[in-house]
């Protein structure tokens, strides 16, 4: 039996998890921030379920990490672990709007056919330059540092561009040696370096005024509610918990502003 997750901020331990040691170093590296837990109702904090066959069922278990801190209003990780149907780490901070910051945002996904990778620091209002110039002259380096060792992840929907920035990592890997080889040398990497930057500009943000916090607020919720509409992981979902659960956990949890 798996302890029960009671704090948002309680260990995931899933055996097996493909993501775990991008969760532990995310926490890790958010300690100096002293974590609050952020409050996440139990059927959201650990969830069991079942897929596959009938006569070769595969055990699913869902787990959701989060804390909040003194400038960000939410940060949650979903932890999907699925055998060899899905193993995937959803990790997005969110900032308070008073802060004139991006999201961080990561969606690292094994499923049978291959590994979905995607980074970026997302901005809120991307055809503002007060609120990507500096991000974006950081960023961009290290993406073309990393980028060179990935292949491309393909055409992503038109509607979805004014999410991202430029730095956006997007790539898909093989199962095997060599996909775990990349992960390893060039996705771990380019998560710390894209957090490292992150951390780096949210201790220099001051806060914003009243006026400029609103536009940033517009900015963070037409975001989530692109996000909440749009997320790929619904029907993955809907099919292990059920798509009451699935709904609620979308809204009331992953996209909740
Ligand atoms: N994606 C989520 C959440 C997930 C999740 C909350 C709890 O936003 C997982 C889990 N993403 C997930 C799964 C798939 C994708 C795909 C399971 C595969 C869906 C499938 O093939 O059935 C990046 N993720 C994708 C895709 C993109 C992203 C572009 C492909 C969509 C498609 O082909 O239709 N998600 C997107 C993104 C961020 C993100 C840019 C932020 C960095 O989190």
Same mark, same amino acid.
């Given at each position: ?59 699913? $278990?869902?787990?959701? +990490? ?5 400038? !960000?209003? *939410?940060? %949650?990780?979903?932890?999907? #672990?699925? =055998? ?47 609120? $990507?110039?500096?991000? +974006? ?5 290290? !993406?073309? *540092?990393? %980028?060179?060792?990935?292949? #491309?992840? =393909? ?58 916090? !609103? ?43």
């Amino acid at each position: 039996m798996k302890p029960l997750r009671l704090s948002s901020l309680d260990p995931v331990r899933m055996p097996e998890w493909r993501w775990a040691p991008f969760l532990s170093h995310a926490i890790n590296a958010l300690i100096p921030l002293k974590p609050e837990p952020y409050p996440v109702a139990p059927e959201f904090l650990q969830r069991e379920g079942k897929t596959g066959s009938k006569s070769q069922p595969i055990k699913v $278990t869902t787990c959701t +990490w989060a804390c909040r801190t003194k400038k !960000f209003r *939410q940060v %949650r990780a979903a932890c999907v #672990e699925a =055998g060899s149907s899905a193993s995937v780490l959803n990790f997005v901070i969110n900032p308070y709007h008073t802060f004139d910051l991006p999201f961080f945002g990561a969606d690292l996904v094994t499923l049978p056919s291959g590994h979905l990778l995607a980074l970026d620091l997302q901005p809120a209002i991307t055809s503002d330059e007060r609120h $990507t110039k500096q991000v +974006w002259e950081r960023l961009m380096p290290i !993406f073309e *540092q990393w %980028r060179v060792r990935l292949p #491309e992840g =393909g055409p992503i929907p038109e509607e979805a561009k004014p999410y991202f920035s430029p730095g956006f990592i997007w790539t898909r890997l093989h199962l095997g040696s060599e996909g775990n080889q990349l992960i390893d040398e060039v996705i771990m990497p380019a998560f710390r370096d894209y957090l490292n930057l992150y951390l780096d500009l949210v201790e220099m943000a001051e806060e914003v005024s009243p006026q400029r916090a !609103f536009k940033l607020l517009e900015g963070q919720k037409r975001y989530l509610s692109y996000r909440a509409k749009k997320d790929p992981a619904r029907a993955m979902l809907a099919r292990f918990h059920g798509h009451q659960w699935t709904e609620s956990y979308i809204h009331n949890v992953l996209f909740d502003l």
